[in-house]
């Protein structure tokens, strides 16, 4: 008995993504190889998909090389749990377009800086995940893969710091 609550309050505690070692390896992965986007102020976003199982992916949109946001036009993958941007180096929280785009797809947004990862999601104030230091080499059994380019029903997300 005394197992079972205990499980019941970890699986509470944990976060979705950051519970898991494939979650923590691909935002690291997105983060060190987009690291110069945290100064430059561009942004870089990606998909974390459950492919069945809990086996995560993560599918980077392609480079828009816009100011302070990433768009992304296309087919939201099946079994998307996720998104994970990169944020300007001194924009740790997630922005209020984040915060809606949270709330509109009903799946979690993280913030990936340097020295914090905070996530949007659908039903909650924006909260911090994870304190830094983040900017380290990921393993090379998690590397984030550019997704393809069909789209057959297009969408239109924006992840942004900008708040627009
Ligand atoms: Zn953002």
């Known amino acids: 008995m005394e197992i079972a609550v205990l499980t019941l309050v970890l699986s509470l505690v944990r976060d979705p993504l950051f519970g ?10 997105l983060l060190w190889t987009n690291r110069i986007s945290t100064i430059e102020r561009t942004e870089r976003a990606a998909f974390i998909v459950d492919e069945g199982g809990g086996n995560l992916q993560c599918l980077v949109w392609p480079a828009t090389y816009q100011h302070a946001r990433a768009t992304f036009r296309g087919v939201i993958p099946r079994g998307t749990i996720a998104i994970i941007h990169t944020h300007p180096a001194n924009a740790p929280w997630p922005s209020e377009n984040d915060e809606r785009e949270a709330r ?10 340097p020295l914090a990862i905070t996530k949007a999601a659908p039903a909650k104030d924006a909260q911090l995940v994870e304190r830094g230091p983040w900017l380290a080499p990921p393993s090379d059994r998690y590397r984030c893969k550019p997704i393809g380019s069909e789209s057959a029903s297009p969408a239109t997300l924006t992840a942004s710091s900008s708040g627009e």
């Not at 070692?21 to 691909?26: D, I, K, L, T």
């Not at 509109?104 to 800086?113: E, F, K, S």
């Open 20 to 29: 898991s070692e494939a979650g923590v390896m691909f935002s690291r992965d």
């Open 104 to 113: 509109r797809l009903g799946i979690p947004i993280y913030a990936l800086t």
